[in-house]
């Protein structure tokens, strides 16, 4: 049904707005002259507002490949800004420089501005303007990862820009908003917040936009498995933004059509896109592409198991992901917010004062019948506090031994929850000195047999028979190594310890798909995180245990494991197409199996829970482990 819709809406419409996209964007300004030599005509005469208005100009052209330049001008221009300069052009002022910090990556410089953009918006009343200024800081904390803000500005800018039929604003919101929803994988909010921004397209004839919106239907498809599509709808977008020479866009694109090939298996052709997108980030020293690009080479090298290609990238990608993302940044930017929210309040404030003064004479009337009432029910209840003092007494001590119960129910609880996790921790920590022992200890010692069988056996003189035995010994002993190394990983995935729990997951899959007993598939969110290896070893453990029961039990052709992040928890969605079973009934017996049980245990050891999803007439077997982040 989902794909059906998307078909419908977007399809056949793509096709014909890009028959209609006309012109060329172009560069042109309102005069020929460079920023520098308008900076030098500023020094001779920094109240010319025609001036100004040029050199604005000219930034706001070189806001997204210059940015630092833009950043230089501006501090210039702020020192000296014009005598009567009008609140409009100050505020385009103030956003101008916003959008430079927000290509350079310094958001809570972009931030800061971006308010001061809006404060005199605001008091200017352009519904408009405000429209977009809300719709810039939504991206501020989108591109911080802060979800929760980010969705109240797009849903108050795009509220403001339908109110007022503000077609621009409609488009740009919109597009935001169905790229939120997809990263929250609601894909229906996603498809109608893209289909509104496509339909003003259509009835304004804007097609500037169009490659953006393209490129998120690119993601949406790519979620949902769908990567040839993914790539067609890529292709497109990047047509579109080479035409208009949008070359941060260009650069997003390519990054997105390597990710679809990636997906597809195409590492070739996935390696070319993302090498394009790398230098075009390079050169623009945009570090929000660097980032992306970093992540996309270094899941290309994973995949490849090239571990210092893998390693190279990843220490870029963490130290890019350090820089933006870090918690003295994220401080800033909600410092900032509670400024302007204080300001605001502060003139809220001087407004209620206003309106208390004019209605002093009837809150001093309120107040007056306000005290005779409080006198008379000080009256009534004196009259029913003996009758009552003895049952509230009563009801206290009740009150309090059920709290104190409650108290050493919940301490008994933890007590249990840190011995069984101390357990586990014990138990895993045996293993892998065993793994260790095996690796380092028997491993050596199989060699060094095999190299004496093979002198014998390089020794002449010796009849055939003897000769065929000993080269029989030698490959029994290469067997037993092959064993000895499988055991040491089977008991402690490297990978697990290395990559994580992502990584380990999609290695066991291939494993199982190349014995070609049935079929396995991982998918894994952009965003799942790693957490402390307690977690990650027990998360591994119970995913193992679920796919030993269906191999034994389920008759399945198909296991399809999801992962991803949902408000600080890692959810874990296990399914087979097996026979499957009435969990309910299961669950009641008072003798589970130990398969079960070890998954509960384990599921307590890290304050996770689980949720059974399968239903006995459908067939097959779905569950859904939930584990808190910071569980330990």
Same mark, same amino acid.
């Given at each position: 049904m989902l794909t059906k819709l998307i078909h419908k809406t977007f399809l056949i419409i793509v096709c014909v707005v890009l028959c209609?996209?006309?012109?060329? &964007?172009?560069?042109?300004?309102?005069?020929?002259? *460079?920023? $520098?030599?308008?900076?030098?005509?500023?020094? $001779? @005469?920094?109240?010319?507002?025609?001036?100004?208005? $040029? %050199?604005? &100009?000219?930034?706001?052209?070189? =806001?997204?490949?210059?940015?630092?330049?833009?950043?230089?001008?501006?501090?210039?221009?702020?020192?000296?800004?014009p005598q009567g300069l009008s609140d409009e052009k100050q505020a385009d002022f !103030? #956003?101008?420089?916003?959008?430079?910090?927000?290509?350079? =990556?310094?958001?809570? @410089?972009?931030?800061?501005?971006?308010? &001061?953009?809006?404060?005199?918006?605001?008091? %200017?009343?352009?519904?408009? @303007?405000?429209? #977009?200024?809300?719709?810039?800081?939504?991206? %501020?904390?989108?591109?911080?990862?802060?979800? +929760? +803000?980010c969705l109240e500005y797009y849903e108050k800018a795009l509220a403001i820009a339908i109110q007022s039929d503000y077609s621009r604003g409609i488009i740009a919101t919109s597009t #935001?908003?169905?790229? !939120? !929803? *997809? *990263?929250? /994988?609601?894909?229906?909010?996603?498809?109608?917040?893209?289909? &509104?921004?496509?339909? *003003?397209i259509q009835q304004v004839g804007d097609s500037t936009r169009l490659a953006i919106?393209? #490129? =998120?239907?690119?993601?949406?498809r790519r979620q949902l498995n769908q990567n040839e599509e993914a790539i067609r709808y890529d292709r497109q977008a990047l047509e579109i933004a080479l035409k208009f020479d949008e070359i941060w866009e260009v650069a997003y694109i390519h990054n997105s059509i390597g990710e679809s090939y990636m997906a597809l298996g195409q590492n070739a052709t996935? !390696? +070319?896109?993302? /090498? /394009?997108?790398?230098?075009?980030? $390079?050169?623009?020293n945009a570090l929000d592409l660097q980032l992306y690009s970093y992540r996309m080479m270094t899941r290309y090298y994973a995949g490849m198991g090239n571990v210092n290609g893998f390693q190279k990238y990843f220490d870029l990608y963490q130290a890019a992901q350090d820089s933006i993302f870090d918690n003295e940044r994220r401080k800033t930017l909600a410092d900032f917010r509670v400024r302007y929210q204080t300001q605001q309040k502060e003139k809220e404030n001087e407004l209620q004062k206003m309106i208390i003064a004019r209605q002093s004479a009837v809150n001093a009337f309120l107040i007056v019948v306000s005290v005779l009432i409080l006198l008379m029910g000080l009256l009534i209840y004196g009259r029913y506090r003996q009758k009552h003092r003895i049952n509230t007494q009563l009801e206290r001590k009740v009150s309090e031994r059920t709290q104190s119960l409650q108290e050493e129910i919940a301490e008994r609880r933890k007590l249990e929850q840190r011995i069984l996790s101390t357990t586990i921790e014990t138990e895993e920590r045996e293993r892998k000195r065993f793994s260790e022992d095996l690796h380092d200890g028997l491993g050596p010692l199989l060699s060094t047999v095999k190299m004496y069988v093979d002198l014998i056996n390089n020794k002449s003189g010796k009849p055939q028979q003897q000769q065929q035995l000993i080269a029989k010994a030698g490959e029994l002993l290469d067997e037993a190594i092959i064993s000895t190394r499988q055991i040491a990983n089977n008991l402690t995935p490297n990978l697990l310890n290395d990559f994580g729990l992502a990584e380990a997951l999609q290695h066991f899959a291939r494993q199982i798909n190349a014995s070609g007993s049935l079929q396995m598939d991982v998918e894994v969110a952009a965003d799942f995180p790693r957490v402390p290896s307690v977690i990650e070893v027990a998360l591994y453990r119970i995913v193992a245990e679920l796919i030993s029961n269906t191999l034994k039990h389920a008759r399945a052709s198909k296991i399809t494991i999801r992962l991803w992040l949902d408000d600080q928890q890692l959810i874990i969605e296990y399914h087979d197409d097996g026979i499957g079973f009435d969990s309910q009934v299961v669950m009641q017996k008072p003798h589970r199996g130990l398969g079960l049980t070890n998954i509960i245990s384990r599921l307590r050891s890290i304050s996770g829970r689980y949720q059974l999803l399968s239903q006995p007439e459908a067939g097959g077997f779905r569950v859904r482990i939930l584990a808190p982040v910071n569980s330990l």
């Open positions: 209609s996209v006309v012109g060329i &964007k172009t560069n042109a300004v309102a005069r020929s002259s *460079t920023p $520098d030599s308008l900076m030098q005509l500023w020094t $001779d @005469s920094p109240d010319d507002t025609l001036l100004f208005d $040029d %050199i604005l &100009k000219q930034l706001h052209i070189l =806001n997204q490949n210059a940015p630092d330049q833009v950043i230089s001008y501006g501090r210039a221009l702020f020192r000296q800004m !103030y #956003n101008t420089l916003g959008i430079a910090y927000y290509y350079a =990556n310094e958001y809570d @410089s972009a931030l800061q501005y971006f308010l &001061k953009t809006l404060a005199v918006r605001e008091a %200017i009343g352009r519904p408009e @303007s405000i429209s #977009n200024s809300l719709n810039s800081i939504g991206n %501020i904390y989108y591109g911080t990862r802060q979800y +929760d +803000d #935001n908003l169905g790229a !939120y !929803y *997809t *990263t929250r /994988k609601d894909f229906d909010l996603a498809i109608e917040h893209f289909a &509104k921004a496509y339909e *003003t919106i393209l #490129n =998120n239907m690119a993601t949406l996935a !390696y +070319d896109h993302f /090498k /394009k997108a790398l230098l075009m980030a $390079d050169s623009m």
